[in-house]
């Protein structure tokens, strides 16, 4: 079946530190692939999205490109900020599919 | 837009009891989704509703969980009798149109079973 699978956590950076968090997926034919984040006491939000190999999703500072060779969709950010810290969900959406699937969260800290 | 509201925002309850969640989602979504967030996972999808249709619940553990969405506004998803491993964040989301459309998710109900 179609899943995703994330860089464990939890993960420490210093302020303005280079950020990647992996993620991989085994999915058939061209599933939608979405980066969400989830904010201290707050409910999920969608961060950045791809849709096709080859695209990148950006937002806020951050980046994910789809890489239908290696089936991965790694966010990253080229400098980071305390209010970054949260939990990030790297998600499918099979095509033709109404069922997103969510990998297991990376918890990211930034220190100042 | 006003989000998605949920509510209670926490809940703690004995096994065996029943417990009912709330949720509403934002103005015109047609598409509504209740999740399960077990700690340490990502979330699992219980069930989706299009208007007050079920669409998909065949993760739902039917013969402890129940969902509603009468008037294909607001749901509430319940659980009777609750298990221990029932302790979780059950959160609700919705979208205009479901597919690609983006899911807004509300802030989540934390249920603690005892």
């Known amino acids: 079946g179609d899943s995703v699978t994330q860089m464990e956590g939890p993960v420490t950076l210093s302020e303005e530190a280079f950020l990647t968090i992996n993620c991989t997926y085994t999915?058939?034919?061209?599933?939608?692939l979405f980066w969400y984040v989830q904010y201290p006491g707050e409910g999920l939000q969608l961060l950045l999205k791809a849709t096709k190999a080859d695209d990148k999703g950006s937002n806020k500072g951050f980046e994910a490109t789809y890489r239908k060779e290696t089936t991965s969709f790694h966010l990253e950010k080229g400098s980071v900020q305390v209010s970054d810290s949260a939990v990030y969900f790297c998600a499918l959406l099979p095509f033709g599919n109404e069922k997103l699937t969510f990998g297991t969260g990376t918890r990211l800290t930034i220190i100042p | 837009e006003a989000g998605v509201a949920q509510s209670p925002r926490y809940k703690i309850i004995e096994k065996r009891q029943s417990v009912a969640f709330w949720c509403n989602p934002i103005?015109?979504?047609?598409?509504l989704y209740w999740y399960q967030q077990i700690l340490g996972q990502g979330p699992k999808l219980l069930i989706q509703?299009?208007?007050?249709?079920?669409?998909?619940d065949s993760q739902l553990p039917k013969d402890r969980f129940s969902a509603e969405r009468l008037k294909g506004v607001d749901s509430t998803l319940k659980i009777q009798p609750a298990k221990l491993e029932d302790s979780a964040v059950y959160l609700c989301a919705s979208s205009v149109t479901g597919g690609n459309s983006p899911l807004h998710f509300g802030n989540g109900t934390r249920l603690t079973v005892t």
């Open positions: 509703f299009q208007n007050n249709g079920v669409v998909d």
């Open positions: 999915a058939t034919g061209y599933p939608s």
């Open positions: 103005s015109g979504h047609a598409t």
